[in-house]
């Protein structure tokens, strides 16, 4: 199959597209390379990507709608996976209008392009962020999302609600996909791992927001990969609705579009966190304790009952294994 994605010089969308590459897939891929944080690791990315001779790059940003029609037609692809954002939670408090150029504006680009192109699926990437402060938990996708606590949770939503618009309208199957805490080898520098880690490296103290009572549901890139490729072929339609009294299927009755957690479920603790860093890395860590920052939410916490119902897969990999993974990787980086 021919895929076009959208943020294959970021993290997940490396890992998507070298997994699809891997699969024997063909992939055409589309990035910004905004300078957020170090183009060095972008690069790292993108030179192990180009070596694969059914991959084809286009460095462009979103907001550029010639370059990104005339990249995507070129592919005539029979996928879309739109994983290119302003990522951050906390940037968002200092850049807001990125996230509106990328997320928003980018995004509506993106929709644009499935119209005219007519991809068999859409893909988007949301964020666990858009269930706030919910109290209620596990976080199901049929839960309230109106309360975003960021910009930058706002613009997932709002991305979220435009292309449910474009798959009623237009019937453009759609699935967007909501992650939690991602993490893994050559993940985004300003993630709490990567940024533990590096602290550690440098003999420097470490940062622990919220006096360490945060929850979080971590991720493993290669659970996550594992969910968007089982999710590829599950075009949202009558004919796969999934039914069980025990959750909610969010396949939409205006159009074909579906919303789901990628999550395993399984929170962790933000000092149990650390302390499995610690093991990996052999040493103990400095700690400075502070409250919890502005636009933060307390826990994450993904109910996989959809994912499990539509994939029979949910995420697995343990943090202990994922966290020894990620140090192996940083120390041969950064060798």
Known sequence: ????????????????????????????????????????????????????????????????????????????????????????????????RAYVKSNLEGSFNVLEVARELRPQHLLLASTSSVYGANKKVPFEESDKTDEPMTLYAATKKSMEVMAHSYAHLWQIPTTAFRFFTVYGPFGRPDMALFKFVAAAANGEPIDVYGMGQQERDFTYIDDLVEAIVRLVPLVPSENNRVSDGDFTDTLSPLGPFRVVNLGGGQPVGLMPFVETVELALGTPLQKNMLPMQKGDVPRTYASPKLLRALTGFVPSIDVTTGVQAFVKWFKSFKA
């Open 1 to 96: 199959m021919r895929f076009f994605i959208t943020g294959t010089a970021g993290f997940i969308g490396f890992h998507l597209a070298k997994r699809l590459l891997d699969d024997g897939h063909v992939v055409h891929g589309y990035d910004g390379m905004t300078k957020y944080y170090d183009l060095s690791l972008k690069n790292a990315r993108l030179d192990i990507l180009k070596a694969y001779p059914e991959y084809v790059h286009t460095e462009a940003m979103l907001e550029e709608m010639d370059a990104l029609s005339k990249a995507a037609g070129a592919c005539s692809p029979d996928i879309i996976v739109h994983l290119a954002a302003q990522a951050g939670v906390r940037y968002s408090l200092e850049n807001p």
